[in-house]
């Protein structure tokens, strides 16, 4: 548990986000300015089992919120349903970027 932890605060230093120049579409917000990274939704098709498209980036908590508060599991901005293993990533995203 101890090395997850080190390997976390590892990946949290880079704060590779704050290098993003868009709002988050739901709360139009800077990306930049969110305490942990930005949760990616990638919109297009699935070539050779991998999404190709656009990938969008939302704050994590908004974007939870707004599926389970309208019940709609899409991307907000393309309208695209959000799968299975992308709702466990979101579910998963603060545990992996918030110590317990």
Same mark, same amino acid.
């Given at each position: 548990? +101890?090395?997850? %932890? %080190? +390997?976390?605060? %590892? /990946?949290? @230093?880079? @704060?590779?986000?704050? !290098?993003?120049? /868009?709002?988050? *579409?739901?709360?139009?917000? *800077?990306?930049?300015?969110? =305490? &942990?990274?930005? $949760?990616?939704?990638?919109?297009?098709?699935?070539?050779?089992? @991998?999404?190709?498209?656009?990938?969008?980036? $939302? =704050?994590?908590?908004?974007?939870?919120?707004?599926? !389970?508060?309208?019940?709609? $599991? /899409?991307?907000?901005?393309?309208?695209?349903? &959000?799968?299975?293993?992308?709702?466990?990533?979101? =579910?998963?995203?603060?545990? @992996? $970027?918030?110590?317990?």
């Amino acid at each position: 548990q +101890q090395q997850q %932890q %080190q +390997q976390q605060q %590892q /990946e949290h @230093k880079g @704060k590779w986000w704050q !290098t993003l120049t /868009e709002d988050d *579409p739901i709360t139009l917000q *800077p990306l930049a300015d969110l =305490d &942990v990274p930005p $949760f990616a939704l990638t919109s297009g098709i699935a070539v050779a089992s @991998k999404q190709a498209g656009a990938t969008h980036y $939302f =704050d994590p908590y908004a974007l939870a919120l707004y599926m !389970t508060r309208r019940g709609v $599991f /899409e991307n907000p901005l393309t309208r695209e349903p &959000v799968g299975a293993a992308d709702c466990e990533r979101l =579910d998963d995203h603060p545990r @992996k $970027f918030v110590p317990a």
